[in-house]
């Protein structure tokens, strides 16, 4: 099976700085986007660290040589799902390290989503609010699950997904590297057939895009080109920048509310109100190598 991957990101329209970073690894087969959170706290250096210690770490068990799992191996998971879930706990520990090293950067912390690929089988792990999605037979669906207050309480039947998109507390992530020794880790196990998409993202885009119009722009060839993921952000950026004018104020990501619902504890706000960075990592065309 022959995989290819494009990446692309923007440090959008409100900051100077892009607290995003990602890693595209054809030869180990390994695909990250990390986006960080923090502001002042440095969650540039978050997501870097984090993106960098995964590699490191998956490169590390690619060969026979004989290492040290640091929290031991799940039976009941794939060798490439504990690769995974080992690498996101381990740069969790990283993060932590750093904190307590450099006080500036306390409150630092990041999410994370990983694919490792290898022959026709994608492992996911993902931690926080970024997402990973398959477009495969002219549909798209989310493979991942929001770590986030407000799609705990669509899950719970208390709003519903329209809701959510507009909901003074949806940029408040419940899960994130940074936050705790303890981390869950979300894993899977996908079997990849001829012609699916993969595409790796932060909500810089899906905060802009729902997913049908994702999907309008992979369908039109947009994520299968060498320019398909700058479509993409060029069509996020065009959103933003409608929406900025046709709405005519600047913070038009959190709506007025006089009574909003104060974060739950041990929570983590991201402070961009949808207007980038747009971190984007696609795998593209899944074919067979016949």
């Not at 986006?35 to 690619?62: N, Y």
């Not at 993060?95 to 630092?108: F, I, K, N, P, Y």
């Not at 290898?118 to 398959?134: C, K, P, T």
């Not at 709003?159 to 899977?188: C, F, M, W």
Request: charged share 25%; net charge negative.
């Amino acid at each position: 099976m022959t995989v290819e991957s494009r990446s692309v990101s923007d440090v959008g329209l409100k900051r100077p700085m892009n607290e995003d970073s990602f890693c595209s690894n054809d030869d180990e087969g390994l695909y990250v986007v990390a986006d960080g959170m923090g502001g002042h706290a440095h969650g540039e250096v978050a997501s870097r660290i984090a993106v960098d210690t995964i590699e490191d770490f998956v490169k590390l068990t690619s060969g026979d040589q004989d290492i040290t799992w640091p929290y031991g191996i799940d039976e009941g998971l794939t060798l490439n799902s504990n690769r995974l879930k080992t690498s996101i706990r381990f740069a969790n520990q990283k993060l932590l390290e750093h904190t307590q090293q450099e006080s500036d950067c306390e409150g630092m912390a990041t999410t994370v989503v990983a694919v490792l690929v290898e022959d026709n089988v994608a492992d996911i792990g993902h931690v926080g609010d970024s997402r990973v999605y398959l477009v495969r037979g002219g549909a798209i669906r989310c493979l991942t699950s929001d770590h986030s207050w407000v799609n705990e309480q669509v899950m719970s039947g208390v709003i519903d997904s329209d809701q959510a998109r507009s909901h003074p507390l949806r940029n408040v992530v419940t899960r994130a590297l940074g936050g705790k020794p303890d981390l869950e880790v979300d894993v899977q196990t996908l079997e990849l057939e001829t012609d699916d998409r993969i595409l790796l993202c932060s909500d810089g885009l899906t905060t802009m895009l729902d997913d049908g119009a994702i999907l309008d722009i992979v369908l039109q060839g947009g994520a299968s080109k060498p320019n398909g993921l700058s479509r993409l952000r060029i069509v996020t950026a065009g959103r933003i920048i409608r929406r900025r004018s046709c709405f005519g104020y600047l913070d038009f990501g959190l709506p007025a509310c006089s009574k909003a619902p104060s974060p739950p504890p041990g929570a983590f706000r991201e402070c961009r109100f949808g207007r980038g960075p747009i971190t984007l990592n696609a795998i593209v065309s899944v074919s067979d190598d016949g």
